[in-house]
Nanobody, 126 residues
Framework: QVQLVESGGGLVQAGGSLRLSCVAS????????MAWFRQAPGKVREFVAG????????LYGDSMKGRFTISRDNAKNTVYLQMSSLKPEDTAVYYC???????????????????WGQGTQVTVSS
């Protein structure tokens, strides 16, 4: 079992920045890929960003590219999401996730991830 705890959510004005953190504990599968997803009311769960176990290969959702940066610190079992130029459309509950299903690369599909945090609310006001 892997436990994931997100933090850093809150209320921010459009154009502002926010940094989310997610700390993993328990069986972390040797620091496999970690990812961020989000879900807004009335919307499907959406891939935000992911990073492979090395921390060098990343993927981003289309609307996040150029604005968000994912990084990780394996010594701390922590993944970060630096969010800049935030828009009201970014308002959602943000979840971090990791997986025991693969060790190489990063994947976008939510079904590839087995372990999920409880989420942290990000609200961007206009």
């Amino acid at each position: 079992q892997v436990q994931l705890v997100e933090s850093g959510g809150g209320l921010v004005q459009a154009g502002g920045s926010l940094r989310l953190s997610c700390v993993a504990s328990g069986r972390t599968f040797g620091s496999n890929a970690m990812a961020w997803f989000r879900q807004a009311p009335g919307k499907v769960r959406e891939f935000v960003a992911g990073v492979d176990r090395s921390g060098t290969n990343t993927l981003y959702g289309d609307s996040m590219k150029g604005r968000f940066t994912i990084s990780r610190d394996n010594a701390k079992n922590t993944v970060y999401l630096q969010m800049s130029s935030l828009k009201p459309e970014d308002t959602a509950v943000y979840y971090c996730a990791t997986t025991g299903r693969f060790r190489i690369g990063v994947r976008r599909a939510d079904y590839e991830y087995d372990y999920w945090g409880q989420g942290t609310q990000v609200t961007v006001s206009s």
